[in-house]
């Protein structure tokens, strides 16, 4: 059975730090998701990658595919961040995605 | 373009009483999916469907019921509701598979008393 972990399960940190969240996978992947889901409820997708790193804006996704593992960085993080990030898995021939069970992060002003 | 769109937002059911969760989309994807979340669990898979006329179970579809006439819409029925469905409702859709990008829908807080 695939199953994603993630941790922490919440993090409060002040604002401008560099942010961490980590997620690990049991099994072979063809895509890892990261998604960000705000306090009104709405998820929306943050990245989608398979291999290497992506980048967008403060935002860094990076994999490593023979560890099974996956970190999203913030970088001068602003209270706006405050969210509940969550990875997720698919792997070859599942159409299905496992989700963790996300990451709740606090930015203090 | 409106993405992905569910009605009702909220709705408080009596034990027993049947519903629907309406969920659409207008960026012809094929792929489509219903989850439920609940507190201290990650999104749980309910039924999905990889086109109009296809359908399958995903991890937790006892009580529930959808089908897939047109592309654009992917209803789930509560059969007969019961407290243990309980829960925030997400309707997502993709281009096919979870191996590209998820659009969810704003979901559908449920309470059934």
């Known amino acids: 059975k695939n199953e994603v972990e993630q941790s922490p399960q919440n993090l409060t940190a002040q604002e401008g730090e560099f942010i961490t969240i980590n997620c690990s996978y049991s099994?072979?992947?063809?895509?890892l998701h990261w998604l960000q889901q705000h306090p009104g409820g709405g998820i929306v997708s943050l990245f989608m990658?398979?291999?290497g790193k992506k980048k967008h804006g403060r935002l860094i996704a990076t994999i490593n595919i023979q560890e099974k593992h996956s970190s999203l960085h913030i970088t001068a993080s602003h209270p706006r961040d405050s969210a509940v990030y969550i990875c997720?898995?698919?792997?070859?021939?599942?159409?299905?995605?496992?989700f963790g069970t996300g990451t709740r992060l606090t930015i203090i002003p | 373009n409106a993405g992905v769109t569910q009605t009702p937002k909220f709705q408080v059911l009596k034990t027993g009483q049947s519903m629907t969760l309406q969920c659409a989309q207008d960026?012809?994807?094929?792929?489509m999916s219903w989850y439920r979340q609940d507190p201290g669990m990650g999104l749980r898979l309910i039924h999905y469907?990889?086109?109009?006329?296809?359908?399958d179970q995903g991890e937790v579809p006892n009580g529930y019921n959808v089908s897939r006439s047109t592309t654009e819409d992917f209803p789930l029925r509560l059969l007969s509701a019961a407290p243990s469905q309980t829960s925030v409702y997400f309707c997502?859709?993709?281009?096919?598979?979870?191996?590209?990008?998820?659009?969810f829908g704003p979901g559908t807080r449920l309470t059934v008393t």
């Open positions: 997502a859709s993709s281009y096919s598979t979870g191996t590209y990008e998820q659009y």
């Open positions: 099994v072979g992947i063809s895509a």
């Open positions: 990658l398979s291999s």
């Open positions: 469907s990889v086109g109009a006329g296809i359908t």
């Open positions: 960026m012809n994807h094929e792929y």
């Open positions: 997720a898995e698919s792997n070859f021939g599942n159409e299905k995605l496992t």
